[in-house]
């Protein structure tokens, strides 16, 4: 596992909905992941109902906002507040995605792909280092998906996500579902892909449904994980062994219920893979 970070099983998005059935009911689960931007600024019973979440489970933070890839400068603040963040929860480490989402200062608030090429590498190797010497824990980049090759590019998906985190030192969270979408709707071979990027990068897993339109997969997050991403990741875990999953659900959000019971479905998949020893906790 990258940086020997804990492999933490199975886990799910921490969301306010669900946030007194988890204190009251303390269902089994490996791990909650958090996004800050949810949560930072908040008191009453949003600080507090973390707080008791974080004191019980394991608990990891992911970031939307960080926009590693923009060339607007990197709000330093904002990751000194995801730090104390990260601090207060006791994340092990740390991820955001390989992306932009600011232009000139604007938020686009769309994870908006790079494009492959030498010039976004050294930006955002430049702009990771920054972000791992305040957070002082390791950092992850996810791979997101795109619908078009973005312009200008100079290599391949996979050459570009080597590069960046040779580049930058820093860990990849796979999100296997974004693999198999951009590998459908770009065409190219998911399996070939894995075994093109430095799998020993790898410190968290995310699965995702997404929705099919036309010829296009979408990345909606909205769905139940699909049969041919569970068959993808079985094949990753056939590569890098026992890690930590997230199950991303992040619109029609289910009930707790429904989502615990896809993580147990990667839980189980997990230990038929990999031996059912009991989950590292560290
Ligand atoms: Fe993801």
Redesign the pocket.
């Known amino acids: 596992m990258y940086a020997n970070l804990p492999a933490l099983g199975a886990g799910v998005g921490l969301r306010r909905q669900h946030l007194q059935e988890i204190i009251a009911d303390r269902p089994t689960v490996g791990w909650f992941e958090v996004i800050p931007e949810n949560f930072l600024q908040r008191g009453g019973f949003l600080a507090d109902a973390l707080e008791r979440v974080a004191t019980a489970y394991p608990c990891v933070g992911h970031g939307v906002s960080l926009s590693i890839g923009s060339t607007d400068p990197l709000d330093r603040e904002h990751v000194r507040g995801v730090k104390q963040f990260c601090d207060k929860i006791g994340s092990r480490w740390f991820s955001d995605h390989l992306c932009f989402t600011m232009v000139d200062h604007v938020n686009l608030n769309d994870l908006i792909p790079l494009p492959f090429t030498e010039e976004a590498i050294e930006n955002v190797a430049a702009r990771v280092r920054i972000v791992q010497d305040i957070l002082e824990r390791p950092f992850l980049l996810?791979n997101v998906t795109y619908y078009a090759a973005p312009s200008r590019s100079q290599m391949s998906e996979a050459e570009f996500i080597t590069r960046v985190l040779e580049r930058s030192d820093c860990g990849l969270l796979l999100?296997v579902s974004?693999v198999l979408l951009n590998a459908r709707n770009q065409e190219y071979d998911p399996e070939a892909f894995l075994d093109s990027i430095p799998l020993e990068r790898v410190g968290q897993l995310?699965l995702?449904g997404f929705e099919e339109f036309g010829d296009v997969l979408l990345d909606t997050h909205a769905r139940p994980v699909a049969d041919d991403t569970w068959v993808l990741y079985r094949k990753v875990l056939e590569r890098i062994g026992r890690t930590s999953v997230l199950i991303?659900w992040d619109s029609e959000i289910p009930s707790l219920a429904r989502l615990l019971q896809e993580a147990e479905m990667a839980q189980q998949l997990m230990d038929e893979v990999c031996g059912s020893a009991s989950v590292g906790n560290d």
């Open positions: 996810e999100d974004n995310h995702a991303e």
